[in-house]
């Protein structure tokens, strides 16, 4: 593949903290991606400097074959509303009977079958398998561009539009008022005030759910294939079948209705491959996954669309409650109005502040995880390559040294031959576990810092629905300064957005508690398995030491 | 440096088990070394391939500075006999009194004083410091260029003088009889027989040799500086003064006398950088490996040259001792007067098999620790680069990730944090871990290996006086067979044969103990130092797991 170069057409100062580097006009860049969307490139100096460079800067100077999916078109619409479900065949005929979930498109993978989807998930673009079993580290749109989500806690250029995403997820009309009606006892979500500020109620009855076999099955004559995989919930012990698309559309009903909750996304799409054994074995693992952080949530694992999920066995009934789920009174901002809050109002200066740096840590914690797993990516590489190479090549030359050696076949040069070879062997098969280390240790870490990195990345969408809550606040108080709003009026305006800082905090504390308890596993897992890589190490020398100690 | 290129005047095959490389007459080769002497020099084609190729097939394109010493010239004397010393001063005045042996040339590293010596010792050639304080890989003659010593038993190119280097040393003139005179009780030397074969007679008090207290001494008003080093030998625990330019006047007796042992090239010299302290200890330390090696030789240790070297404290005797040394009765073909062998004859067939096995092992084992010392020496660099840097680099993104993480307070997440930091803290130390370890264990083996090679490299000069011997007795046989020499004369020249059959597998077998001796000691050190490190390791992950643990 031949290098993009591109000329600068005018002079452009980069803001090297937002990951943008400068350049003149005509200096020559090389172009290393153009995948990155909202008009920003990935390119290199000839100093070797990288970053981003805004793409109407540049002219390109050669242009090659296409290596990544061209970005989305300018003005596509990445705040869709999400209240318009535009599933094609969502009200399509209940007189098809061949398969009850026929009504779907049947190609799991080859296309997104919703516009609105990519407001939630911007990181459904194919991957490939390789990469020694592991998921390829998700092509995401780099979210430090100017414009997107993940920037606007670090930058300055804050431009984006907090107040039309928070008034197009039905923010503003919760806040106002707008959508007060009553809710049902059964649907109401306690927040609770503890120590360490609001949290959810704690689950009262935690289950968990396994995902297993996954079967290849067709329909119409073989025409279409899909995978099937069995979900068993703790509480039933009853299996359901699911398909890929079932778990995206319960994907797309979580995100829809819990508002101030990050979902995180579901393993990638795949275009090709997605038929065999060890893309399919994959993929039902990181469905487990997650599935596993969804039943532990204590507001999702008990909610309709979720119990609707794991236990609906019956076609007609899979239809009422998919339509209920689609037709859900409580979604988005309306997701507000279930949660009984504790009585007492918020400091709005102090949430804010714990806001910002909770945005601060999102942030951060994002920007860690992305480089641990590039430094560990790049750390198991070398265990199965170089490190392997080094020790099996030591390896090889004391073989070779105890071949010389063995020409001489004196009894008092016997045992120290036979030591070498030894040495020999012990230092190849230490090559060799270098080479199956990292399944054990380094790519579960580096799966479980993914997984991480999906859910942080889900964040900024929820952080701005409060943020834009915060906002709206200010604009009534000035309101209601300039005589325009009552007192009584403004009141209830705070009131709302204090319910969605309990909500927002009850979240962020959720996170919190998640986090301290998968990191602490992860690292425990992690050491303990390099512990005893380490001492393996450690009694293959030992017991080349004792052949010498008896040469 | 600009590299040096050469077009093929010729198409050459090379023969790629001798280390050449083919290549087309017109085609340009990097040309990578031109030291190696003999008509030879190394270059890489194109295509990434390097070896040998004859320097007279090619012309240079461009001459670059000098980076090496010049080969020798064409006809330089590669065998001058060793009856012939060249000491430019050696009978110089008893009248100059300022120094007891300021006859000698001051400049103890700056030229060699004798050509003679270049048959003895190819590895002279100035060396750099730098390489983490270890001596460069000696930049010796390449041994498998097809006239050189090492290659004749190894390839079929055996063009070599055998017979003239043995008229040379003598060895023609004491096997047929000429020299045959009367030697000393005290100066026969007893090859016993024992069940691995002839072996020397073992050392009946052995004692070793410190090598202290290197010291900058000037003479001339400051003129002339040098270092002297002290020495004192366990017997006489009485301490002598000596400089660089003794060691390298015993070392050359040694060579010169005898003539069935290798002796080990002393360190190399240096000409810039030579009074700096890391040097001097360096040098020290190598000299004291020197020593260790001859005074552990039963035959060496109580010779009359060495014992001299070692005790005397005195001018005038220095002197006596000295000539006496260089007028030895017994130097070269000489020595094997001085052989008292076991009372029966060899079977000469068996001797030449097991001399061509012996030929294999010395020839193989030189690539194998030369390799072994390629790859150590890179693993070592690797340990004190990479590696390092590797794990500093896990270790900061885990520092990273805790000042994230502390921006958290909650007391639920404090201990994970402190976990964390510590965790980074451990895999940074793990890197200074790596960067401290090879001097512990890499360098000391790398040191003993090239220490063999260094005896290794002296082997075919040995071994070709066995090959002349057993040459010149099957000619003897010829000669009888033909009538021109009566069985008497034929029998005397095989007993004379039989004796350097028996100095020779004498000095096979001591190599042999001494090699087995040596690389269990190296071993079991580098072994030892290897579980430590690794035990280590293992330790610093186990304490972060503890913080875990309590988090």
């Not at 979500?189 to 297993?212: A, F, H, M």
């Not at 996954?214 to 919930?233: D, R, V």
């Not at 070498?420 to 790519?443: T, V």
């Amino acid at each position: 593949m031949a290098a993009v170069q591109a000329r600068g057409l005018y002079q452009f100062d980069g803001d090297a903290s937002n990951g943008e580097i400068s350049f003149l006009a005509d200096e020559i860049l090389t172009i290393v991606r153009q995948d990155i969307g909202e008009g920003w490139w990935e390119a290199r100096k000839e100093t070797g400097e990288q970053g981003l460079i805004p793409e109407t800067y540049v002219e390109l100077l050669s242009i090659p074959e296409p290596q990544f999916p061209p970005p989305p078109p300018p003005n596509f619409p990445v705040d869709l509303p999400v209240q318009t479900p535009t599933y094609n065949n969502v009200n399509h005929g209940d007189g098809q009977t061949e398969d009850w979930d026929d009504e779907w498109d049947d190609d799991d993978d080859q296309s997104s079958n919703s516009t609105a989807k990519q407001s939630y998930n911007n990181n459904n673009e194919p991957q490939g398998t390789g990469n020694f079993g592991l998921s390829a580290p998700k092509r995401e749109r780099k979210q430090i561009s100017p414009t997107s989500d993940m920037s606007k806690y670090g930058t300055v250029k804050s431009s984006f539009n907090r107040f039309s995403h928070f008034v197009k997820l039905g923010g503003d009309a919760y806040i106002m008022g707008q959508v007060n009606h009553e809710v049902r006892e059964t649907d109401l979500i306690k927040i609770i005030e503890t120590n360490d500020g609001p949290e959810w109620t704690p689950l009262q009855s935690p289950y968990t759910c396994t995902v297993s076999s996954p079967k290849k099955e067709s329909k119409m004559k073989g025409l279409k294939s899909f995978i099937t995989y069995h979900l068993t919930p703790s509480f039933s012990n009853i299996q359901v079948s699911r398909r890929y698309k079932h778990f995206d559309w319960l994907h797309e009903r979580l995100v829809e209705k819990f508002i101030c909750i990050p979902i995180p996304a579901l393993p990638d799409k795949q275009i090709s491959g997605r038929y065999e054994e060890d893309f399919i074995q994959e993929r039902m693992r990181m469905l487990q996954q997650w599935i596993d952080r969804m039943v532990r949530h204590p507001v999702i694992a008990h909610s309709d669309v979720m119990l609707h999920f794991l236990t609906c066995t019956n076609d007609k009934k899979w239809k009422e409650g998919k339509r209920k789920a689609e037709k859900d009174p409580y979604l988005a901002g309306k997701f507000f109005l279930c949660l009984q809050t504790p009585p007492h109002s918020c400091d709005m200066k102090a949430v804010e502040a714990q806001m910002e740096v909770f945005c601060r840590f999102v942030m951060n914690m994002n920007e860690n995880c992305k480089s641990i797993i590039a430094i560990n990516n790049d750390f198991s590489k070398k265990h199965m390559g170089p490190f392997k190479r080094e020790f099996q090549k030591i390896g090889h030359s004391y073989k070779n040294l105890s071949t010389t050696f063995a020409l001489e076949e004196g009894a008092y040069s016997l045992q120290l031959t036979k030591a070498i070879d030894f040495m020999g062997d012990s230092y190849c098969s230490i090559g060799d576990m270098f080479e199956k280390q990292p399944p054990k240790d380094l790519f579960p870490l580096i799966e479980s810092l993914s997984e991480y990195r999906g859910i942080l990345q889900t964040y900024p969408d929820v952080l701005k629905v409060h943020e834009g809550a915060v906002g709206k606040t200010k604009d009534c108080l000035k309101l209601q300064e300039e005589g325009k709003m009552t007192d009584g009026e403004v009141q209830n305006v705070m009131q709302r957005a204090d319910t969605i800082s309990f909500g927002t905090l009850a979240e962020m504390h959720n996170f919190h508690h998640e986090r301290v308890k998968d990191y602490k596993d992860m690292m425990q897992n992690y050491l303990k398995s390099q512990i005893e890589f380490y001492k393996q190490i450690t009694s293959k020398l030992e017991a080349s030491l004792a052949m010498f100690d008896n040469a």
